[in-house]
């Protein structure tokens, strides 16, 4: 089902998004979005549902505990139970929908002094391999793209940890509008790999670990990351062929970038209406309106661009950039940023002949 828990209050999230493990110790649910972390026992769903918020702990105590329960006993029985308003004495009106387009002002435009103050925070970005920590520097030395110009080109780095930010440590990407302006920054975990492998090991019996850190408030469903960038460096010749290519992350925009090929990234493994919207015109505004959905070809990846296909299918034409079965199945669980300049002359030529 959608999420409707921690990403689901600011941005609309695929219909598969919550995944339910129906086979174990204790039956525990999920949410897939990028970058959700929300979890849980069939107890912790039903408390989610009925109260729009976690329990206290990790798992239901006490009162919550036996709310749950006697829940659980009046479905048994047939009867009906309370509703979140009517248990707390709330009014049952509607719930408001504030207007989202007062989100995700530029940083400089920003009535926080201290988010004023971030405006240039890639002033301490370490963008020389040598100068950064071992992490930092084997993240970027295994991403060939990932050269200083760059990095600066697309205002990312690392953050050395005396660098006096909530994002110290990790290595930090700006993400701007349209206009170039930054509406925010975020981190990715450097230590994210080392994290999920024991993450794993413990059986999905703790939190799983994050792979990106954002700023609280910001809604990155609003928005493309690579927009800014994709309007001042897209021409026609370049977006010929495959119209305009839209790919999950961060990483896979820079490094097609660095190829040569115009890019933009939803951040997540499936498309908003909003980013739908806005796919849609940018494909008008600079192709003949075709969207090249270029998703990770994992499970994931690929779930997530059936929906994308779906979602954009009715608002333009709409076409897969790669699939796991394109050139005999060799692109299999790679992501666009590990994709190669031989690779991609040889995937686009193979795409647009099939």
Not at 92 to 109: E, H, R, V
Not at 120 to 142: C, G, H, I, W
Not at 147 to 171: N, V, W
Not at 322 to 339: A, I, K, M, Y
């Amino acid at each position: 089902m959608a999420c409707q828990f921690a990403c689901g209050k600011t941005e609309a999230t695929g219909d598969r998004a919550i995944s339910l493990k129906t086979r174990g110790d204790a039956t525990l649910w999920r949410c897939f979005h990028y970058g959700c972390t929300v979890r849980g026992n069939v107890l912790t769903l039903m408390h989610w549902m009925k109260h729009d918020r976690p329990p206290a702990g990790d798992r239901l105590q006490g009162r919550e505990f036996k709310e749950m329960a006697e829940d659980l006993k009046a479905l048994v029985r047939g009867e009906p139970r309370t509703t979140k308003a009517e248990s707390h004495n709330e009014p049952t009106s509607t719930k408001d929908t504030a207007d989202k387009s007062a989100f995700n002002i530029p940083l400089k435009d920003s009535e926080n002094e201290r988010a004023r103050s971030l405006v240039n925070l890639d002033e301490k970005f370490v963008t020389d391999v040598a100068e950064m920590s071992p992490q930092a520097a084997s993240y970027v030395r295994s991403r060939p793209y990932m050269t200083p110009e760059i990095m600066q080109k697309f205002r990312c780095g690392y953050l050395p940890q005396d660098a006096g930010s909530l994002l110290r440590g990790h290595f930090v990407y700006g993400w701007a509008d349209q206009h170039g302006d930054i509406l925010t920054w975020f981190g990715r975990n450097l230590n994210y790999e080392t994290q999920h492998r024991k993450w794993r090991r413990a059986g999905d019996s703790s939190k799983e670990p994050n792979k990106f850190k954002f700023v609280k408030g910001f809604h990155r469903g609003l928005v493309l990351y690579g927009e800014n960038v994709f309007r001042s460096e897209a021409n026609a010749e370049q977006v010929r062929d495959m119209g305009v290519i839209v790919v999950e992350g961060p990483n896979d925009v820079i490094n097609l970038n660095a190829l040569g090929v115009p890019a933009v990234a939803v951040c997540s493994n499936t498309v908003t209406e909003k980013q739908a919207d806005k796919l849609a015109a940018l494909a008008c505004e600079f192709s003949n309106g075709t969207v090249s959905v270029m998703f990770d070809l994992d499970r994931q990846g690929e779930n997530g661009a059936g929906q994308t296909v779906l979602k954009l299918a009715q608002r333009c034409c709409v076409r897969y950039a790669w699939t796991t079965s394109l050139s005999d199945g060799r692109f299999s669980d790679r992501q666009p940023e590990s994709v190669t300049p031989e690779e991609w002359e040889k995937l686009i030529y193979t795409a647009l002949t099939a």
